[in-house]
């Protein structure tokens, strides 16, 4: 099902618009389902939109390999959700998806989250809230996460998580010290690009000349009017993320540039940011982001999470 | 700070499928429905239109409207 989300990228990727009547027919072409409201995220996520250059360091990972030798699915598989530091068998109850028992598969000081089941999931609202849930509990439980995206199911069962565990040991120890003690919380800042039009319109000169000029003569002085516009804009989104990104890094000991999505209602989104922070600072990013507030812009924080970003 | 139109679900979905850990699918079986994809997808980069055109998807179980 993150198939949904492959194809849609993939048809943002060749510069076409991806809609909710697109991503339905790919869900039937794959033999798939999924709620009305999934539908709609997903086309809010994977929608037009537009880039910047800071989105040139999105890592390519993201991209699922999909091969048609992959391995098929059977009844000894485990579904895993994370990793953490620990070695004790431990069990976080009945939580995983389809009301699974989630627990740890240790193998020296890390583990794996995992619950038994030999099919990957379908996606759903719910499970990907479950997938969450349960990341969550680990992070509470545990001090520390890598989360693993929705839908990793190891063939293999138990013995494959340890082989699986001791062969990326090194690695995924490195990324469980990075995210120690952290937590992320998501920023995106919007504005009214209308309003913030009619405003630059009223305030700086050279736009006011050109709008004159613009009533005088349409055409040409229209087109140069628009484009000048545009710039002051682009130029004013920059500034201002730029500021956010700054406030944001005073805090954090990561952040990291997101895709702008579509905001919706007529809003347009400047700046996108995943942040990660410092668990007992958590309570100082609303208020320092309070400090920083403009007139016309509106900032939407969301979190805390578990560190999903800065694990890969 | 204003709570502006809140969308929890798209917040949830980006980090749930789009962040995380991904592993090679070697070893994971990391897709819902793998056996489907490698064909599929493929034809999916050449369009969803093109699909419909070339009857991969019948636009009656889709339940969209094409131009044939």
Known sequence: MIAYLYAALSLRAAGRPVDDAQLRAVAAALGLSADEELFAAIARLAGPVRTRAEDGERRTAGTPVTREEAPRPTENACYIYCVVPGSESASLGLIGLGGEEAYLVSWGDLGAIVHKGGRPPALSHQSAAMHQRVVEEALQRFGAVVPLAFGHVMPGGEAAVRDWLAASHEELKEKLEKVRGKIEFGVQVMWDPEAVAARLLSQRQGLRRLKEEAQKNPGEAQQRLQAALDEEMRILADRYAREYREVLGGLSTGVRPERLRQAGDGLQMIAHFSCLVPREDADRLAGMIEECRRDGLLVKVSGPWPPYSFVA | ?68
């Open chain 2, 1 to 68: 700070m204003q709570g502006v139109h809140p969308s929890p679900l798209v917040d949830l979905l980006d980090r749930v499928l789009e962040k995380g850990l991904f592993l090679s699918a070697d070893v994971f079986i990391t897709l819902a429905g793998v056996p489907l994809l490698g064909i599929k997808l493929r034809a999916l980069l050449a369009g969803v239109e093109t699909m419909l055109r070339y009857g991969l998807i019948d636009p009656s179980d889709a339940g969209v409207k094409t131009e044939q």
